[in-house]
């Protein structure tokens, strides 16, 4: 598997690559000596934290501007993984949530949605497999989130596009490994990225035990790819939860996700 080549020739293409996971896995894969494209839809942080990949590193970092909500930035980094120096490692880390309930949502905000979790995953996935299949070498992360695997933000449809994210993993994970190529979702829980503040939820009360580092959660995943699974929960405490999300009966789950004002906390990477 790619993850475990020698240092020259590995290319990694990552999505969401300026913040929070995305950031994470850049630092870690130039670190290891991994070459770079680095996908986003601000140019100005994404020349940036190009430029410095390239002065702390010394690797190849190449920028891609895209917005993978609409049809012309997928397009656009769709054609990058089929043409040009391969592409050995993609990780699908681009994602958004809405800090409102279904009923006071709308059409737009919902599609750009599905478009950004689950769209725009399925297309860069199905371009990278084609050449990764052909050599029977490569590797797609799709990041998910343990949100994915219960209703624990009633009212939102982030944990049901994460609960796609994690299933079509696992599906299409099973029919490309006999031909050399891996594909996981790594399904994180509450982690420092700034992606909450960002999008406006305020998360102030969540214990300070719950949260995860990026970095921790980059290293698991990377070791865990290494390991052959499909499935990647970083830290045991999620572990035990999402063993709890899939088997607790669901009345226990609405009473579990609501504070005390009747307020839902969402998880999510």
């Not at 279904?102 to 084609?130: I, M, P, Y």
């Not at 599906?171 to 829980?189: D, E, F, K, N, T």
């Not at 406006?200 to 790819?225: C, K, N, Q, T, Y």
């Amino acid at each position: 598997m790619t993850a475990d080549r020698p240092a020259p020739d590995r290319r990694a293409l990552i999505t969401g690559a300026t913040a929070g996971i995305g950031a994470a896995f850049a630092h870690r894969l130039a670190a290891d000596g991994w070459d770079l494209v680095l996908v986003a839809r601000d140019v100005t942080r994404l020349d940036a934290t190009a430029a410095e990949l390239t002065g702390r590193y010394g690797h190849r970092v190449e920028s891609v501007p895209a917005d993978l909500s609409t049809d012309d930035g997928c397009a656009l980094v769709e054609r990058r993984l089929t043409t040009g120096d391969p592409v050995h490692l993609l990780v699908n880390n681009a994602g958004t949530s809405l800090n409102r309930p279904f009923l006071r949502s709308s059409v737009a905000d919902e599609a750009r949605l599905l478009r950004l979790n689950v769209h725009a995953v399925l297309r860069l996935t199905l371009a990278a497999l084609g050449p990764m299949t052909e050599r029977r070498d490569g590797a797609v992360i799709n990041v998910s989130s343990v949100a994915g695997f219960g209703p624990v933000m009633p009212g939102s449809t982030y944990p049901a596009s994460k609960a796609w994210v994690t299933s079509f993993t696992e599906s299409v994970g099973q029919s490309v490994r006999p031909l050399g190529v891996r594909v996981m979702a790594l399904c994180p829980g509450y982690t420092r990225t700034g992606y909450h503040e960002r999008n406006g939820i305020d998360l102030s009360g969540m214990p300070r035990w719950a949260w995860l580092r990026a970095d921790d959660v980059v290293a698991e995943a990377l070791r865990d790819l290494r390991k052959g699974k499909v499935v990647s929960v970083p830290d045991w405490k999620y572990k035990l939860a999402v063993a709890g999300l899939r088997h607790a009966p669901r009345r226990l789950l609405r009473g579990a996700t609501r504070d005390r004002r009747g307020r839902v906390d969402p998880a999510g990477e």
